[in-house]
């Protein structure tokens, strides 16, 4: 009975224990809480967020700590942690109004008006007189220009609550609109009477005193406002900017001598001073400035690093003043900051030995500093040393996981590495953080349209594009996807943007054009590029368009007209020949063509095409010879022409010259190992010589390189290779792929059925037999083909 007794005591004891503790972490909980909000009200954010972590330490669910941290992301401009925090707190207390109405503008800057809406009403549901929540919905009909109802709502919120400052700006605005100045003045002093501290209200003051041209007005309130804020140095450089625009430059200096007496630790007042001196006075004023201000203060760097501005033409200049501040300070930031400095002006002078140099001791000085690291990662992505630049930039990454120039350059080391997937994922995570990173949404965006993801290539260009956006190379990449996808009426509508706003109006209307011609509108293309022509005449492309509209519209008088205008003016012009050689083809003059290509090839012997074209002729003619010799004699000049090698190879095959064309076959390999034709053709030729074990087994070696891609020929080749190799189920496999996926070939047909037949499917392979003896096929095993079809027959 004692012992019981003891354990019940000693329960009794932990339980009384358990509960102590536990009213204290909440004491400590609400008392931290207490401090943040504290030191929140007095503009401590770094305290705040301490004081804050106590919070969540002990309690991680703490909802007036999370909107808190909410708040300082807020005054941060941080916008996706803000919303990212209040989301957080709405979804564990959807009761929590404020943090919904907070939510609702993140959403409105976002242009989700009906989101934002919902949030107000949200909010107007459970609080009808919420004036946040009032306001809110009284922008939404603003932007929308439904004036009047704002107007009402708006003047619902200052009833609520009399000077509000949103509502009191919002309707001052719509006031501002209808010129109504005077109703605009009075609603911004009701705000001011209400909170005469308010910076914003007597700031639209002075914008409307400004509408109204009332300059005294303008002096006085500024005067008035940088003594009742005597340490918000934009007031004093803003009065100093109207005295400037007033010609009153004497009493804009006293403004920012002013300023600097009111705060003496201050530099940026000073170097205000030796900017204003530089722009108002002279160059030896400014020097004379800022050279007191240096010798007062040796050992603030600050100065001499501005000094370089007024020495921006003098480079030895600046390479001393850096280089004394790297001997003064030779361990500290600012002496490492000179250095750094110096390394870019090596780089500059493409001096990159001395750039490596100082970079390396700038980095083991300090092995996070991120601007030396960057800088000497651009160096070794130039000299192509891939590995080293990525670490450098793996460096900076660990401090600074955002940094976007840092994910840029890695994208271009991993390009380099021709590691797709990785440049895609580094461009991601810098749209990420910045959708309107516009390098890195065209690079991501030419990447994946290669790849044919057109929509998501669309939908990164249009969120990084903004109205102000003024980017030539971002216009044409929309209006080239807008057209892929036949959204015709936005590429026209961005097009006509070039030509309205443009330097280049030739651009837009060569690009109407091809809008035009792709949707078979000669009559509109023709009058596009003769636009275009007019503004940059022989524009050797829009010459190219119009030629193709004239032949479009069968009307060869007047492409021949326009061909020996532009030759007439440019008579050795390769591509206006070339033109000329095209048209005589379309006539069937083949042999002024000929002419015409002979002419190229004098001007441009080693012009790959002038051969390819010549021979075409002797081709169409039926003279293999002649073709060959002018292949041959174009690949003399041009021996890595793949055009030339493959099309002599042709020839040779069509001439039973198998020896010859697998020559060829091999050079383009060399040349270009993963060229898929030239791999195909060759695999083929090895195929012929079936008793030929080593040769069919090269063969095979070689289109084992075909298997994955998703050609009929390909496929077959491998096939047909597997089979003669006797693997007969792989064989079968790729056949009946390639079969699929054209099943138009007779020989593809004859290769399925001797798979089949060693399979023992012969009803399947006489349907296949059938196929290949067509009337009309023609190959090298069409007999044998028969004589199987016939064995099937008469069983």
């Not at 004036?131 to 709502?153: G, M, P, R, Y």
């Not at 022989?538 to 021949?560: P, R, W």
């Not at 020949?577 to 080693?606: T, W």
Request: glycine share 4%; aromatic share 6%; proline share 3%.
């Amino acid at each position: 009975m004692t012992v019981v007794k003891n354990i019940n005591r000693m329960l009794l004891i932990s339980s009384l224990a358990a509960l102590t503790a536990c009213g204290g972490s909440e004491d400590r909980e609400q008392k931290y809480l207490n401090k943040a909000q504290s030191y929140f009200q007095e503009k401590n954010y770094d305290k705040t967020k301490v004081e804050l972590k106590n919070v969540l330490q002990i309690n991680p669910k703490n909802i007036e700590a999370t909107y808190l941290f909410a708040q300082i992301a807020e005054t941060d401009q941080d916008w996706r942690k803000t919303y990212g925090l209040l989301l957080k707190v709405v979804e564990a207390n959807p009761e929590h109004l404020d943090a919904q109405i907070k939510l609702g503008k993140l959403l409105l800057l976002s242009n989700e008006e009906t989101q934002a809406s919902e949030k107000a009403e949200l909010v107007l549901a459970k609080d009808p007189n919420h004036v946040d929540a009032t306001n809110l919905k009284a922008t939404i009909f603003l932007k929308n220009k439904e004036l009047d109802k704002s107007e009402e709502l708006l003047n619902k919120a200052l009833s609520i609550a009399p000077g509000d400052l949103d509502a009191s700006l919002l309707l001052t605005r719509i006031f501002r609109d209808r010129k109504d100045f005077d109703g605009a003045l009075k609603i911004l002093d009701g705000a001011l009477a209400k909170k005469p501290d308010a910076l914003r209200p007597a700031l639209v003051k002075i914008e409307i005193y400004s509408q109204q041209g009332k300059k005294d007005l303008i002096e006085q309130s500024f005067i008035t406002l940088t003594k009742q804020f005597p340490e918000n140095q934009n007031l004093h450089y803003t009065l100093t900017k109207h005295y400037i625009s007033e010609k009153k430059i004497d009493e804009g200096e006293a403004v920012l001598k002013n300023l600097i007496d009111l705060l003496p630790e201050e530099n940026q007042p000073k170097l205000a001073l030796v900017n204003f001196m530089m722009a108002q006075r002279s160059p030896e004023q400014a020097e004379s400035t800022l050279l007191k201000f240096i010798k007062n203060n040796p050992t603030n760097y600050t100065f001499r690093f501005f000094s370089l501005k007024i020495y921006k033409d003098q480079p030895e200049k600046i390479k001393q003043i850096l280089q004394d501040i790297v001997n003064d300070d030779p361990l500290g930031k600012d002496g490492l900051d000179a250095k750094a400095r110096l390394a870019a002006l090596a780089i500059q002078d493409k001096d990159l030995e001395t750039a490596h140099t100082l970079l390396n001791e700038v980095i083991t000085e300090n092995q996070n500093y991120s601007v030396a690291l960057l800088m000497r990662a651009g160096l070794n992505l130039a000299d192509k040393k891939t590995d080293d630049a990525i670490a450098d930039l793996r460096a900076v990454l660990r401090e600074n996981p955002e940094s976007e120039k840092a994910l840029l350059m890695l994208a271009s080391a991993q390009l380099q590495n021709k590691n797709i997937d990785l440049v895609k994922d580094n461009l991601e995570k810098v749209l990420s953080i910045n959708p309107k990173n516009l390098p890195a949404a065209k690079d991501l965006a030419k990447i994946l349209t290669k790849e044919g993801e057109i929509d998501r290539s669309l939908a990164i260009l249009q969120q990084a594009s903004t109205k102000e956006t003024k980017d030539e190379e971002l216009t044409l990449m929309l209006l080239e996807l807008n057209a892929q996808k036949n959204n015709w009426q936005e590429a026209e509508t961005l097009a006509q943007n070039i030509v309205e706003t443009s330097d280049k109006k030739e651009v837009g209307h060569f690009k109407l054009a091809q809008l035009k011609m792709a949707q078979g509108d000669t009559k509109e293309a023709e009058i596009q590029y003769k636009k275009a022509l007019e503004l940059k005449p022989l524009t050797v492309d829009a010459t190219s368009g119009l030629l193709n509209v004239y032949l479009a519209q069968k009307d060869l008088k007047k492409a021949g007209k326009l061909i020996n205008n532009s030759l007439a003016q440019k008579p050795d012009n390769l591509v206006f020949l070339n033109m000329k050689a095209k048209l005589y083809q379309q006539q069937s003059k083949h042999d002024e063509a000929a002419i015409i290509y002979k002419k190229i090839l004098e001007i441009q012997p080693k012009y790959a095409e002038g051969y390819h074209d010549l021979a075409t002729i002797h081709l169409m003619k039926r003279e293999f010879d002649e073709a060959l010799a002018i292949y041959n004699k174009g690949i003399k000049e041009a021996p890595k022409s793949i055009l030339l090698l493959m099309s002599s190879a042709a020839v040779m095959q069509m001439n039973k010259n198998f020896p010859g064309a697998i020559e060829n076959y091999k050079k383009i390999l060399e040349i270009q190992p993963g060229n898929a034709m030239a791999t195909n053709n060759y695999a083929v030729l090895l195929s012929n010589d079936k008793d030929d074990k080593q040769n069919l087994k090269e063969g095979l070696e070689l289109a084992s390189k075909l298997k994955d891609i998703e050609v009929s020929s390909f496929q077959d080749t491998y096939g047909w290779l597997s089979y003669l190799n006797g693997l007969y189920d792989q064989a079968l496999v790729a056949l009946e792929k390639s079969v699929n996926l054209q099943g138009s070939i007779p020989e593809n047909h004859y290769h399925l059925a001797l798979a089949y037949l060693h399979k023992g499917r012969t009803a399947e392979a006489q349907l296949e037999l059938e196929k290949a003896v067509i009337e009309g096929a023609n190959y090298a095993d069409l007999e044998n083909a028969k004589a199987e079809l016939e064995k099937l027959q008469n069983k």
